[in-house]
């Protein structure tokens, strides 16, 4: 996965485990990285790992904030494949109350907001930031969620653009592609930011220009 991401261009990459019915203890993900980033560097491949999660919107704030990324205040927010909970707006206000800034991932692939699309909009007044997955824009999980990923990057509800990269051979960590896609609908200096700026802001810990 390491030598695909970086012949796509990819030089960092936030190892977000889901954090959910498993709950991986953060010590145990940093030994991992710890163990990946010597492996990367005698293979000679100019990667940087860093820590972060996935995170399940029941879990209690306490949980949440052991899996920030990079131990910045910035957090995947994952709500339930099944859905939007009716109390997603009163999630989304507690992990801010906390000193949290949630990130909501893959919403193009909730049923509720591939029902309802527009529903977004008021979590993103809410307070939340969106990351949309680049094999969304490319048609790898069908025509409605292709469809979802667009609608949503081009009413300008997204600000970061991730491959939730799984393996060597399935949901590869790659985003050259999907960032072409991105282009030719808010033009390139907009899906750059989706790749480059907003994520950089992210792991930084830096307020994001939204």
């Known amino acids: 996965m390491a030598r695909i991401a970086v012949a796509d261009g990819i030089r960092t990459i936030v190892a977000t485990p889901h954090v959910k019915n498993d709950i991986p203890a953060p010590t145990l993900i940093a030994e991992k990285i710890n163990v990946l980033t010597d492996l990367l560097k005698r293979e000679g491949l100019p990667i940087n790992i860093l820590a972060g999660g996935d995170v399940a919107s029941i879990l209690p704030v306490e949980v949440v904030s052991l899996y920030t990324i990079n131990r910045t205040n910035y957090v995947l927010l994952e709500f339930p494949h099944s859905h939007l909970p009716a109390n997603a707006e009163q999630v989304i206000f507690e992990w801010q109350l906390a000193g949290l800034r949630p990130i909501i991932t893959h919403p193009e692939r909730n049923p509720s907001i591939l029902k309802h699309p527009d529903s977004l909009e008021r979590l993103v007044e809410a307070g939340a930031l969106v990351q949309v997955t680049a094999g969304s824009l490319t048609g790898v999980f069908g025509v ?58 992210v792991i930084s810990g830096r307020e994001l220009d939204v």
């Open 144 to 201: 409605d969620v292709q469809a979802c990923a667009s609608y949503l990057i081009s009413s300008r509800w997204v600000h970061i653009l991730a491959s939730d990269g799984h393996s060597s051979h399935y949901r590869l960590p790659q985003l050259s592609e999907s960032m072409r896609v991105a282009a030719q609908l808010i033009g390139e200096k907009a899906a750059l930011k989706l790749v480059q700026d907003n994520p950089a802001a």
